[in-house]
Structures are given as structure tokens and as C-alpha cells.
């Protein structure tokens, strides 16, 4: 397995899980990872996404404030962490890395996360 993701589960409105995605040693030199998300029955939305180089970060507006992307090269390993969650972050969210800013060769198995009101 190149990318593992982990940590989704059932939390209620406003509160918090951290995400991980551990990379195989040369996926984990990729110049960007980000997380995507698919919510039941819609379409696939970036949350977050890192230049793995310059440690430039972008987020969707829906997260902006409440969600943060890092990394731990010695873990080799990103994490997602999400506060003050809504039940519309309800969704399978996956890891991913690659080449460029918008392309994204690498692609993990979701883990589910589900926020109840």
C-alpha cells in the first residue's frame, strides 16, 4: 500500500478528528499531497492541499479556519486536522499526492468521517 489513510469515525457538531495518511518512502517526496472529500451522493471536492517544497497551503473556503494540513517528514506522514466540525463535512475523505499544484498521480483508500448534528 503506498498511501494508508486513517482516523475517520463519528463525531458530533463541533468537535474534532485528525486525519492521517501514511506515504511510502518515495511517494512521500511527491511536490504536493492534499486530502479530497466525497460526500454521500455529491461530487468530489479538494479540502487541502501542500507544495511539499515551499509549504504553501490552500484550503476550500468551506474549511478555511477550521481545518489545517501538515506533514511530518521523519513520520512520513500528513495529517488533516479538523475543528469545529459541521454535519456537511460528512464524507469518505482521501489522501492523495503528486507532481504539480493540480495533478495527482497518488491516491489512498478513504476513511470515512461522519458528523452528527
Known amino acids: 500500500v503506498q498511501l494508508q489513510a486513517s482516523g475517520g469515525g463519528l463525531v458530533q457538531a463541533g468537535g474534532s478528528l485528525r486525519l492521517s495518511c501514511v506515504f511510502s518512502?518515495?511517494?512521500?517526496?511527491?511536490?504536493?499531497m492534499g486530502w479530497y472529500r466525497q460526500p454521500p451522493g455529491k461530487q468530489w471536492e479538494r479540502v487541502a492541499r501542500?507544495?511539499?517544497?515551499?509549504?504553501?497551503?490552500d484550503y476550500a473556503d468551506s474549511v478555511k479556519g477550521r481545518f489545517t494540513i501538515s506533514r511530518d517528514a521523519a513520520k512520513y506522514t500528513m495529517y488533516l486536522q479538523m475543528n469545529s466540525l459541521k454535519p456537511e463535512d460528512t464524507a469518505v475523505y482521501y489522501c492523495?499526492?503528486?507532481?504539480?499544484?493540480?495533478?495527482?498521480?497518488?491516491w489512498g483508500q478513504g476513511t470515512l468521517v461522519t458528523v452528527s448534528s
Open positions: 492523495t499526492a503528486g507532481a504539480t499544484w493540480k495533478s495527482y498521480d497518488y
Open positions: 518512502g518515495s511517494i512521500f517526496n511527491s511536490n504536493v
Open positions: 501542500i507544495d511539499t517544497s515551499t509549504g504553501r497551503t
